[in-house]
């Protein structure tokens, strides 16, 4: 059985060359970690063989974990999961990345409860790409108002967009998915630059990773490859 370094070596390796095959930057893809379910002794293996950033889809769990490994302040914690309005003091107290915010009232409330003492809030808004009634997102329709809207309110960095494409897909039309995304941000950093950088992809998983690097993005989202085969959460 592979342990959580070589997968991570693997993982980075398999990053490297879809960078290079791509004509794209060395380093202009970074590695999430998709950890949720894992225990903290396997995020600290993953830190140990250099993997920093994680990506948490349960509040309370990932507050377990970031209290667990506190005396590893170099982490750096993303959410990625759904956003309950209930929840977004501790989000925006305890991240540094959420890349699932949907509408204007969560942003807003990120915004009033990050805590001034604090680098502002990295935000991607996730888009339903494929306006799937099961997925969590904004329609592509409602970006323009949510990107003038959020990129005015104080303590976020409005850093992009996320999606978690229909995996039943063919791969043409998951291509498709993705160019779309990579365009659909290329158009709002043109129409609003004031609203900030504007300079992520969050999108790509362990089985279509290459596709999506192909396609522009910036951070892939990756669990089974990093840490095997996930003990679904009950």
């Not at 769990?61 to 302040?73: G, P, R, S, V």
């Not at 494929?130 to 960095?157: A, R, T, W, Y």
């Amino acid at each position: 059985m592979s342990s959580i370094a070589d997968n991570i070596g693997s993982v980075t390796r398999r990053i490297q060359k879809a960078t290079l095959q791509a004509g794209r930057e060395p380093n202009s893809v970074s590695l999430l970690a998709v950890s949720k379910t894992r225990s903290a002794d396997e995020l600290r293996e993953a830190v140990a063989a250099g993997q920093l950033a994680f990506g948490e889809n349960y509040l309370q769990e990932a507050l377990d974990k970031i209290a667990a490994l506190a005396d590893l302040a170099e982490i750096e914690w993303h959410f990625i999961g759904p956003i309950q309005s209930n929840k977004t003091r501790q989000i925006a107290s305890a991240f540094s990345w959420v890349h699932s915010v949907d509408r204007l009232k969560v942003a807003r409330r990120l915004s009033e409860q990050r805590e001034t003492g604090l680098p502002p809030l990295n935000i991607c808004l996730q888009v339903n790409i494929n306006n799937e009634e099961s997925k969590s997102g904004c329609q592509p329709d409602e970006l323009p108002e949510l990107v003038s809207e959020i990129g005015q309110l104080p303590g976020l960095n409005l850093r992009g967009l996320m999606a978690i494409p229909d995996p039943e897909q063919g791969e043409s039309d998951l291509r498709a998915s993705f160019r779309s995304l990579a365009n659909t941000l290329k158009k709002l950093r043109q129409e609003y630059p004031e609203a900030g950088p504007l300079d992520t992809l969050s999108m790509g998983m362990s089985g279509d990773l290459e596709m999506a690097v192909a396609e522009g993005a910036t951070w892939v989202r990756i669990g089974t490859a990093v840490f095997g085969a996930r003990a679904y959460k009950s």
